[in-house]
Nanobody, 121 residues
Framework: QVQLAESGGGLVQPGGSLRLSCAAS????????MGWYRQAPGKQRVLVAA???????NYADSVKGRFTISRDNAKNTVYLQMNSLKVEDTAVYYC???????????????WGQGTQVTVSS
């Protein structure tokens, strides 16, 4: 089972930036698609960004143009650069792995603790 550990969250003002990191336990990280998800209070967890093993990316409309997902296969790590943050981006952010972007809604890794992102003035 792939274990995941998210970090980098915090409190930021609207318009600010944060960079999240997710370290994966697997040595075959490079073959998986990876995704960032978020869960706001009282809402379901949703996929916001995904990246294939080859580096192709996909974003939810709500974050397109503001968030950038990237990966470093040598470090078994995926990142989420978040710019122009809005109050509505406030959520717990998680990462997970899947065989492809098409199956990111059914990830197979163990959910980590997530990292809290709070956007507030």
């Amino acid at each position: 089972q792939v274990q995941l550990a998210e970090s980098g969250g915090g409190l930021v003002q609207p318009g600010g930036s944060l960079r999240l990191s997710c370290a994966a336990s697997t040595s075959i990280f490079s073959i998986y698609a990876m995704g960032w998800y978020r869960q706001a209070p009282g809402k379901q967890r949703v996929l916001v960004a995904a990246i294939t093993s080859g580096g192709s990316t996909n974003y939810a409309d709500s974050v397109k143009g503001r968030f950038t997902i990237s990966r470093d296969n040598a470090k078994n790590t995926v990142y989420l650069q978040m710019n122009s943050l809005k109050v509505e981006d406030t959520a717990v952010y998680y990462c997970n792995a899947a065989g492809s972007i098409a199956t990111m809604t059914r990830p197979f890794g163990s959910w980590g603790q997530g990292t809290q992102v709070t956007v507030s003035s």
